[in-house]
């Protein structure tokens, strides 16, 4: 079964939140620093497509970019630990704000 469906948002969060404690790296942990670490693990995943077409995952890539992915993730959770987020209530918000500045019927297809 994949675990996507059995974990949850906040067990992603207590697992961060126990791997920063058993380290004492929340002292680390300033919102400015965990913006910097996303922003360079997002740039990390981004150099593995560098001069390629990125439509598709060439062969012994996919492993990399889950790393990467993973790194991102683990910051971004980092940044709602230290900030108090709840993120599923944010990730609903912004969906519904995208939804209303972006409607299907007359984005479809396209970005723009």
Same mark, same amino acid.
């Given at each position: $079964?994949?675990? %996507?469906? /059995? @974990? @949850?948002?906040?067990?992603?969060? =207590? $697992?961060?939140?126990?791997?920063?404690? !058993? *380290?004492?790296?929340? /002292?680390?942990?300033?919102?400015? =620093?965990?913006?910097?670490?996303?922003?360079?693990?997002?740039?990390?995943?981004? !150099?593995?497509? /560098?001069?390629?077409? &990125? *439509?598709?995952? #060439?062969? &012994?890539?996919? !492993? *990399?970019? #889950? #790393? #990467?992915?993973?790194?991102?993730?683990?910051?971004?959770?980092? $940044?709602? =630990? @230290?900030? &108090?987020? %709840?993120?599923?209530?944010?990730?609903? /918000?912004? $969906?519904?704000? =995208?939804? *209303?500045?972006?409607?299907?019927?007359?984005?479809? &297809?396209?970005?723009?």
């Amino acid at each position: $079964m994949l675990e %996507d469906v /059995q @974990t @949850t948002l906040q067990d992603l969060k =207590n $697992m961060v939140a126990a791997f920063v404690e !058993e *380290r004492d790296w929340a /002292q680390f942990h300033t919102p400015k =620093n965990l913006a910097m670490s996303v922003a360079i693990e997002a740039a990390e995943l981004m !150099e593995l497509f /560098q001069w390629s077409d &990125g *439509r598709e995952l #060439e062969p &012994g890539l996919l !492993e *990399r970019v #889950e #790393e #990467e992915l993973a790194d991102v993730l683990i910051y971004c959770l980092a $940044m709602a =630990n @230290t900030a &108090g987020i %709840d993120l599923a209530r944010v990730v609903k /918000q912004k $969906m519904a704000a =995208n939804a *209303r500045k972006y409607p299907a019927d007359l984005y479809r &297809g396209r970005y723009r």
